[in-house]
C-alpha cells in the first residue's frame, strides 16, 4: 500500500455550532447554516429533514459521516453535491457557492449504477460522450485509472463479468475520471461482504494518497469510518444535525492490524455512545 502523508501539520477545522468560523487557507468546503425542508402531504408547511449544518473541510482531508438511517446523510451529501438544493444556510467548494453539479466533484453512490451491455471502459467514459468531449482522451485517462485501481485488463468485461468489489472500482474509476477535488462516497461498499470490503477500505486509501483529493465518505459502519478518515462527523437522528466532530488521530498509511488496538477501540467505543439504540455496527 503507498504510504499516505501525516496530516498532522494540517489545522483541521471543526463543526460549529451556532459559534464564528475562523477561516483557513487550505479551506475546500464550507458549509454556513445549510438546511434541507421538503414539501410534503402531510406537512404543508415543510417536513424539515436537516437543521441548519455549519462546518468547513480542508482540501486533501478523508472525512467520514456516521448516523442513523433516515437521519439524513445522503441528502446532505447530495446538497454538497449540487444535485439537490438547499432550503437554507449556503455551501461553498473553493469559496464559490454550490447552485448546480461542478465538474471537479467526483460521486461514488451506493451501486455503481453500469450499464449491463456495455463494457467496463464504455461505462467510464459515458459522462465524457454525453458532454461531448474527446473520447480518445477519455479512453487513454480512463485507463490510467483503471490500473490505478487495479482494474488493468479488464476494462473490455461486461458487469456481470465483474465481482461487486470489481464493479464498485469501475464505479470509483467513473467519478475519477475528470480528476476532481472533491469525491463523494455515499456507503460505496455498503453491499460488500466482509472480506471485500476491508480489502476495499485498503483500497481507498491508497488511491486517496494518490490523488490527493477531499474525500467525504458516508458509511454506517463505525470501524469502517474510523479507519478510513482524518475526521468522523455524528449525525443525530431526524432531523439530522451534527452533534460530534472527532479528528482521528490514527498514524498513516492505516492497516487491518490497527483494528485491534486499543487506540483504534477508543474511538469507536467513543462514537458508539451516540448509538447506543441505533444497533450501528
Known sequence: MT???TR?????????????LVASSTRHIRVEEATKTYATRLEPAGLLALKPITLDIDAGTFVSIVGPSGCGKSTFMRMVAGLTPISGGRIEIDGTEVREPRNDVGVVFQSPVLLPWKTALENVILPARFAKKN???AREQAREYFDLVGLSGFESAYPRELSGGMQQRVGIVRALLNHPKL???????GALD?????????????????????VLFITHSIPEAVL???RVL???????????DVEVTLPRPRSLEQINTAEFGRYTYSLRQHFKSEGLD
Open 194 to 214: 466482509a472480506m471485500s470490503r476491508e480489502k476495499m477500505n485498503l483500497e481507498l486509501l491508497r488511491i486517496w494518497a494518490a490523488t490527493s483529493c477531499t
Open 3 to 5: 504510504s499516505t502523508p
Open 8 to 20: 498532522s501539520a494540517r489545522q483541521l477545522a471543526h463543526v460549529t455550532l451556532g459559534s464564528t
Open 234 to 244: 455524528v449525525m443525530s437522528g431526524r432531523p439530522g444535525e451534527i452533534v460530534d
Open 228 to 230: 478510513l478518515a482524518d
Open 183 to 189: 469525491l463523494l462516497m455515499d456507503e460505496p461498499f
Open 135 to 137: 473520447l480518445a482522451e
